[in-house]
């Protein structure tokens, strides 16, 4: 008997069922798991590392402000607005002529499908985009195209980092060889122009948050044409045509998600490619920062250059510490920065527990990143194949409220097991203590085995399913992240099972050994039947199961299974017979029964109001006990969900 109640058995379905239940609900809402850990992980996520295309933003880029002739237009984005725009011929025919071929040609617009209105993007948005723009100027790419296929281009300088442009040699009727340069924020052309237009049209339009293109073109004689392959040469005194300024609408759930990443407690931190006054502007939009945060935002070289050392390079971890906890965004990130960054984080050495860190990322370049991290996630409508098989889940709804509802889930599965810890380990200890001390004294144990079984079967396997089946809630995540390492059952929990089965085992005992005389119960048994049924020993099995019932109630939910096991125990103890080892209980004693088991919920409101308290070692070696507050708790303690939480919310394992 002391053997099935003194091993909480159940413990293991309950994380079992919590982690299934966890996972087909999110299935439900879009989520592909590959590597079932990474939920459980992200209960504990601190830091969550994204880019900026796709995850903050919706990556459908549009051109929305245009510098053509010396006059900077704005709001250009549809045919009539872009009619206004006053060029002339020649040079739209230019800037149509150079967007056209100085893209993939894989990348098109197609037809708006039935119930949608814009054209569909398909290959590299910001190409599409500047194909859209051909098309507000009244012009058609695919014309152009067909006039100048790819087999026919003399040469093609193609985008690279360095370069940072890309170019595209091609023969025109006029026996001249213009180049057509498209390529971003660089315009060699004099140092007066150049400085004017940077800071006239380039920052303002990179503080609005665009992405800045630039379109430039030179002429080359047929009869006197240059080596193509020295691109130095022929990539030099190219004259400025038109700047467009390309914009990437932010989520509209963005906001709102950063604001509950906050409140729980984790930091968002965005990487882009673009440069610093484009990434601000976006952060800004995005609330991952305020213009009043003391935040830092670097590009990837001074990144670098402060987080390694002078001699061999190599990444010093207390030079990244002093770096990491205030970055919010790193624009002009290499694919290796963002590697840098997250294995940084993961190695972080500030707090004594380990930093837990989520990465998404949508292409080929993050697959090292997502592999580093603790949590990587994939967007899985755009993302490449190699960004999903190096993460561990997939959101294909891609929405990046996706992700904080993860984080909930996470921490549900851990509240879920705890629940069910702490529930079980006060049945448990109250059920053993009692029947040794009924053995003890009254040489028989007042719980009979098959009411032990009925005990097991209903507060542990039962009840274990109403922890498991839970729904979080947004409440979740109005506390900080848990501690990875920290221990499973907290100080908290310990007072609440002591208070618990002390109360528990306080009522019994006394209905053992004073309730014949004060409920007037029968508690006489013949010597040679001991297991005979008595009025005393039902009313105690009864008593203690709506004790535990009701204790049910602290967690705030009530299931049908909880008014089952009622009704149950009602049939039980009035027609169980012998069977149970139970007599029928007057209406007197049933409401005993229940004044006992609502009590339950009484005293643990009066645990509520016992403020902790911290055992203050002193130099004589005498120790105080001090009362604690919230904000003088250890970084592990304020991290408990009881601690941020009022009375009426708190959960009832953390009392």
Known sequence: MFYVVAVPKSLASTAKLS??????????????????????????????????????????????????????????????????????DNIKEIICESV?????YSSKLLPPREYETLPKQVGNKTECSLLGFVNTLGESYDKIRTCHPEEKFVHVYKFNSVRKNMSTIIQRSDSTVPILNRYGNIVPCLNVDYDRLVQNVIEPMECDGLRTICIAYRDFPSD???????????????????????????????????????????TVQMFTGDNVNTARSVALKCEIISPYDNILIFEGKEFNRRIRSE??????????????????????????????????IAASKINPADEVVAVIGDETNYASALQEADGGFAMGMQDTNVAKEASDIILVNDNFNSIVKTVMWGRYIYDSIAKSLQFQLTVHIVVVFFAFIGVCITKESPLRSVQILWIYLSMNTLASLVFAIDIPTDEILRRKPYECTRPLISRTMIKNIMSH?????????????????????????PVDSIFKPSEQFTMIFNVFVLMTLFNEINCRKIYVIWIVTFVVQIILVQYGSFVFSCVTLTF???TWCLLFGVAVLLWNQVLNLIPMTRHTSKLDGHGVHEVVSPVDLDPEEQSRPEVNLTTEQMLWLRG
């Open 501 to 525: 089965a002390i109360y528990q085992l306080a009522v019994m005992l006394f209905i053992l050994f004073d309730g014949s005389k004060v409920f007037n119960i029968d508690n006489d048994r």
């Open 100 to 104: 056209s071929v100085n893209n993939s």
């Open 588 to 590: 007197e004693q049933w």
């Open 311 to 344: 001699p061999d390079g190599e990444v010093e971890q207390n030079l990244f510490d002093k770096v990491w906890p205030h970055l919010r965004v790193l624009a002009r990130s290499s694919p290796k920065d963002k590697y840098t960054l997250v294995r940084g």
């Open 224 to 266: 006197n044409l240059p080596d193509w392959n020295d691109d130095t040469s022929v990539l030099d005194q190219l004259t400025c045509i038109c700047v467009c300024g390309i914009k990437d609408p932010k989520r509209p759930e963005v906001p709102d998600t950063i604001a509950k990443c906050r409140d729980a407690g984790i």
């Open 19 to 88: 982690l299934d239940f966890a996972f087909r609900k999110m299935m439900k809402d879009h989520y592909v798991f590959r590597h079932l850990n990474a939920c459980e992980k992200m209960g504990y996520a601190k830091t969550i590392c994204c880019d900026k295309k796709e995850t903050l933003t919706t990556n459908r880029m549009t051109v929305v402000q245009a510098y053509v002739g010396e006059k900077h237009w704005k709001n250009v984005e549809t045919p009539d607005r872009a009619k206004e725009i006053i060029i002339p």
